[in-house]
T-cell receptor, first 112, second 107 residues
Framework: NAGVTQTPKFQVLKTGQSMTLQCAQD?????MYWYRQDPGMGLRLIYY???????DKGEVPNGYNVSRLNKREFSLRLESAAPSQTSVYFC???????????FGPGTRLTVT | KNEVEQSPQNLTAQEGEFITINCSYS?????LHWLQQHPGGGIVSLFM?????KKHGRLIATINIQEKHSSLHITASHPRDSAVYIC?????????WGAGTKLIIKP
């Protein structure tokens, strides 16, 4: 089992460009999450999906959209990237909401 | 005041030492999560517990619900244990993160 996979691993964008971060899990988990981690800071929840077909805002949703494509996949979209979105993005999943979370390797995004 | 406090913020120890990292919280919780973030950035779940004690290899996690306190212990520490250890609590349908403890184990 690969666990939680994320693509791409690294990305550089210019201000105003758009992109989608992909996340997939093969553990048959119901809940999935997107976090960002800024240098020297803790994790902050952007959006989550408690179950297939549902998505909810987390602590810092502005500037992002998400799609729970199916049970396996949860994507994060930046419509118009800004330098303030330079961060490392982590996807995670759990069997149910509020259960133990398992993390992907992260995507390092730089917006210039 | 943060709802989840970890101590110490930084810890440097010699290989072989017994390590204790503490997590105190001020809210009612349903469970507590310990995670490890490697120097390369990857995040690994270590334990999730709501009572008592759990052990995995050289790692032991305990929780005292009455005192609102959890500890993570590492026995026979090794340089490969160097990482940031993060405590997070589930409270009122949200996960509240501690700031992390940076651990360095010197050979």
């Amino acid at each position: 089992n690969a666990g939680v996979t994320q693509t791409p691993k690294f990305q550089v964008l210019k201000t105003g460009q758009s992109m989608t971060l992909q996340c997939a899990q093969d553990m048959n988990h119901n809940s999935m999450y997107w976090y960002r981690q800024d240098p020297g800071m803790g994790l902050r929840l952007i959006y989550y999906s408690a179950s297939e077909g549902t998505t909810d805002k987390g602590e810092v949703p502005n500037g992002y959209n998400v799609s729970r494509l199916n049970k396996r996949e949860f994507s994060l979209r930046l419509e118009s990237a800004a330098p303030s979105q330079t961060s490392v993005y982590f996807c995670a999943s759990s069997e149910q909401q509020f259960y133990e979370q398992y993390f992907g390797p992260g995507t390092r995004l730089t917006v210039t | 005041k943060n709802e989840v406090e970890q101590s110490p913020q930084n810890l440097t120890a010699q290989e072989g030492e017994f390590i204790t990292i503490n997590c105190s919280y001020s809210v009612g919780i349903s469970a507590l999560h310990w995670l490890q973030q490697h120097p390369g950035g990857g995040i690994v779940s270590l334990f999730m517990l709501s009572s008592g004690k759990k052990k995995h290899g050289r790692l032991i996690a305990t929780i005292n619900i009455q005192e609102k306190h959890s500890s993570l212990h590492i026995t026979a520490s090794h340089p490969r244990d160097s990482a940031v250890y993060i405590c997070a609590v589930y409270s009122n349908y949200q996960l509240i993160w501690g700031a992390g403890t940076k651990l360095i184990i010197k050979p």
